[in-house]
């Protein structure tokens, strides 16, 4: 799944008052499912990542900073370490599941899923699903051991995707 940035006050600001909370030991996490609104319908699918820290955390910027690197390069870890171990696409999956059932053809797919397929050969395709994400580092993201962190962020990434587990 590809990671994106989420910019924009406004944009940020949507997730922030809409947005669905989810919170963990090390951080809390807004989130949006589907686009963000000033992107165009065809943008690429993928997750939509800004990070909000105040100077409440701390007053050094260098430390807040330092918080958002951390938590975004865990949720970056994560995401390679989930497409390349056990997270299985629903185009693999009905790949497999076409040449187990000796089927052919785009409309096959969209009849092994009991969706409507196109006689003239659309391929059906699942694009990977759009969350746009607010990262909100808590003061003991600054500290706490990286591997704390990162299994913040596997938890978070199960909550909002339970098929991506881990290996």
């Known amino acids: 799944m590809k990671l994106l940035r989420l910019s924009g006050r406004k944009v940020c600001e949507r997730v922030k008052t809409k947005g669905l909370l989810w919170k963990g030991k090390h951080l809390f996490a807004r989130y ?18 800004g990070t909000l820290t105040s100077t409440k955390l701390h007053k ?21 370490s989930l497409d390349q171990s056990s997270f299985v696409s629903e185009t693999s999956v009905i ?12 409309a ?7 969706k409507g ?8 395709v699942a694009l990977p699903r759009n969350v ?18 990162s299994q913040d962020i596997d938890r978070l990434l199960l909550h909002l995707h339970p098929r991506a587990r881990r290996s």
Request: glycine share 10%; aromatic share 4%.
């Open 32 to 49: 949006l499912l589907g686009l963000p609104r000033n992107y165009p319908m065809n943008s690429l699918g993928g997750i939509y990542v």
């Open 60 to 80: 050094s910027a260098v430390k807040r900073n330092r918080m958002r690197r951390r938590c975004r390069e865990a949720l970056r870890i994560a995401l390679k």
């Open 95 to 106: 790949q497999k599941a076409r040449e187990a059932a000796g089927l052919a053809g785009p």
């Open 108 to 114: 096959a797919g969209a009849l092994l899923m009991r």
């Open 117 to 124: 397929g196109s006689a003239g050969g659309t391929p059906v």
């Open 132 to 149: 746009q994400l607010l990262l909100l580092p808590r003061s003991s993201s600054l500290e706490c051991n990286f591997e704390e962190l």
